[in-house]
Nanobody, 121 residues
Framework: QVQLVESGGDLVQPGGSLRLSCAASGRIFSINVMSWYRQIPGKQRELVATITSRGDTNYDDSVKGRFAISRDNSKNTVHLQMNQLKPEDTAVYYC???????????????WGKGTLVTVSS
């Protein structure tokens, strides 16, 4: 059983910073892509940032220059450093991983349960 557990969500003032973390645990052979998504109630979940196993990154235009995604392959963790936060960044942030549990199995998608980020004065 694979679990993704996020942490780091909080209430922060506009212009502030937060660092989200996600740890993948359980039976894991290899992790391909790890990503952060976010969702506002009543809206679709949207991709915020992605990082491959090689360290290649991609960001939504709305967070470029403010957010930075990183991962530690030895610990199966992914982080999202969020700077210059704006009220419109308020959302539940979800961790995503595409991974294999054993070498002979196809990759599958796994999600965390989310962590709430609120940006407000």
């Amino acid at each position: 059983q694979v679990q993704l557990v996020e942490s780091g969500g909080d209430l922060v003032q506009p212009g502030g910073s937060l660092r989200l973390s996600c740890a993948a645990s359980g039976r894991i052979f290899s992790i391909n892509v790890m990503s952060w998504y976010r969702q506002i109630p009543g809206k679709q979940r949207e991709l915020v940032a992605t990082i491959t196993s090689r360290g290649d990154t991609n960001y939504d235009d709305s967070v470029k220059g403010r957010f930075a995604i990183s991962r530690d392959n030895s610990k199966n963790t992914v982080h999202l450093q969020m700077n210059q936060l704006k009220p419109e960044d308020t959302a539940v942030y979800y961790c995503y991983a595409n991974l294999r549990t054993i070498a002979t199995m196809p990759r599958m998608d796994y999600w965390g349960k989310g962590t709430l980020v609120t940006v407000s004065s």
